[in-house]
């Protein structure tokens, strides 16, 4: 049974206390998303390794991009989203990785060896991928959830939880109008951004993490998640399911990086290389419910995981999902689209 990912709030150890400060030697910064690492994989690595993880979380690659640009912070290990990774590697922000120092990379299937956003694995590590989707209660909701359009449904009104997040937000409005989901065409985008702006009303809650105990505690009958929170979601609450609407979505791969500047870069690559141990792996992608990249973990992960839909989605959904893309200059496009659909009423 998964561990709930929910756990993840218990408060770390004193020896893996938080921080941001520049790394020691024998210590590593870590940034990474919350609820996204078994915690006993953080105490495990300090006993093998005999070095100390500082590790502290962000909700968004927008705060993570924000907070390595606005400097006093010194991290070692990031784990940044495809799109991120690529806008990053433009600007210059992450180190070329040193492959002989990261063994265990053999680990990793070869579907995932040589992504868009980084050909060939030069700055990444893949660490986990999914799509996005509704996590919906079959007890609360009646209509067939095959269509973003259920989002927009006055029959579901207050129980609509949306992501408070811009790029999956307006990715969410522009698939249920039919266009692309990187789209930095003025026009659709203002549709979205009134699409968005009509269906607020009908919306409890712009969320982040919480919209798992929202759903997990049946406050709400629908909520655009991230797919390894629904693997979590469902195991604590079979009530719940969740689809890929059929206009297609989201397809991601959040990656393992070394920023420029990393104070500890041989203790970031055995951090990485550990995470990409086989039986770390497994038991990483378990407890917190995302789709492992790790051909090594595939073959301890329990089948009945491997052949659920949600954690593996079948070729039909995955082909019709797409990556996202650095929009470059559009980017302040949709900073503006949000804030306008934060302010409207």
């Given at each position: 049974m998964l561990a709930a990912a929910l756990a993840a709030a218990i408060a770390l150890s004193a020896v893996l206390t938080a921080g941001c400060g520049t790394a020691a030697k024998g210590s590593i910064n870590v940034f990474n998303w919350g609820d996204y690492i078994d915690q006993t994989v953080l105490t495990d690595?300090?006993?093998?390794?005999?070095?100390?993880?500082?590790?502290?979380?962000?909700?968004?690659?927008?705060?993570?991009?924000?907070?390595?640009?606005?400097?006093?912070?010194?991290?070692?290990?990031?784990?940044p989203s495809d799109y991120m990774v690529e806008r990053m590697i433009k600007e210059n922000m992450l180190d070329t990785l040193d492959k002989s120092a990261i063994p265990n990379l053999k680990n990793i299937h070869q579907r995932f060896t040589n992504l868009s956003y980084d050909p060939g694995g030069a700055h990444t590590v893949p660490y986990m991928w999914g799509t996005l989707g509704i996590l919906y209660n079959t007890k609360m909701v009646s209509d067939p959830v095959d269509s973003w359009d259920i989002l927009w449904n006055p029959k579901y009104k207050g129980q609509i939880f949306m992501y408070d997040s811009e790029r999956d937000t307006i990715a969410v409005a522009l698939l249920k109008l039919?266009?692309?989901?990187?789209?930095?065409?003025?026009?659709?985008l203002e549709e979205a951004k009134?699409?968005?702006?009509?269906?607020?009303?009908?919306?409890?809650?712009?969320?982040?993490?919480?919209i798992k105990g929202s759903m997990i505690g049946n406050s709400g009958a629908l909520a655009v998640v991230y797919s390894g929170d629904a693997v979590s979601c469902i195991d604590q609450n079979p009530d719940l399911a969740y689809?890929?609407?059929?206009?297609?979505?989201?397809?991601?791969?959040?990656?393992?990086a070394i920023p420029k500047g990393a104070a500890n870069k041989a203790g970031a690559a055995r951090f990485i290389d550990y995470l990409c141990r086989g039986d770390i792996a497994a038991r990483n992608?378990?407890?917190?419910?995302?789709?492992?990249?790790?051909?090594?973990?595939?073959?301890?992960?329990?089948?009945?995981?491997?052949a659920d839909?949600?954690?593996?989605?079948?070729?039909?959904v995955f082909n019709n999902c797409k990556v996202y893309t650095d929009l470059g200059d559009a980017i302040k496009d949709y900073?503006?689209?949000?804030?306008?659909?934060?302010?409207?009423s």
């Amino acid at each position: 049974m998964l561990a709930a990912a929910l756990a993840a709030a218990i408060a770390l150890s004193a020896v893996l206390t938080a921080g941001c400060g520049t790394a020691a030697k024998g210590s590593i910064n870590v940034f990474n998303w919350g609820d996204y690492i078994d915690q006993t994989v953080l105490t495990d690595f300090q006993k093998d390794t005999g070095i100390r993880v500082n590790y502290d979380t962000y909700a968004s690659n927008e705060d993570l991009y924000a907070k390595l640009k606005g400097g006093g912070a010194s991290y070692d290990v990031i784990v940044p989203s495809d799109y991120m990774v690529e806008r990053m590697i433009k600007e210059n922000m992450l180190d070329t990785l040193d492959k002989s120092a990261i063994p265990n990379l053999k680990n990793i299937h070869q579907r995932f060896t040589n992504l868009s956003y980084d050909p060939g694995g030069a700055h990444t590590v893949p660490y986990m991928w999914g799509t996005l989707g509704i996590l919906y209660n079959t007890k609360m909701v009646s209509d067939p959830v095959d269509s973003w359009d259920i989002l927009w449904n006055p029959k579901y009104k207050g129980q609509i939880f949306m992501y408070d997040s811009e790029r999956d937000t307006i990715a969410v409005a522009l698939l249920k109008l039919g266009y692309p989901i990187n789209s930095t065409d003025p026009a659709q985008l203002e549709e979205a951004k009134n699409a968005l702006i009509q269906q607020k009303p009908l919306v409890a809650a712009y969320q982040g993490d919480s919209i798992k105990g929202s759903m997990i505690g049946n406050s709400g009958a629908l909520a655009v998640v991230y797919s390894g929170d629904a693997v979590s979601c469902i195991d604590q609450n079979p009530d719940l399911a969740y689809a890929v609407p059929k206009e297609g979505s989201n397809v991601w791969y959040d990656a393992l990086a070394i920023p420029k500047g990393a104070a500890n870069k041989a203790g970031a690559a055995r951090f990485i290389d550990y995470l990409c141990r086989g039986d770390i792996a497994a038991r990483n992608s378990q407890y917190i419910g995302y789709s492992t990249v790790n051909q090594a973990a595939m073959a301890i992960l329990p089948q009945s995981l491997l052949a659920d839909p949600t954690y593996w989605p079948p070729d039909s959904v995955f082909n019709n999902c797409k990556v996202y893309t650095d929009l470059g200059d559009a980017i302040k496009d949709y900073d503006k689209l949000w804030t306008e659909i934060m302010a409207s009423s």
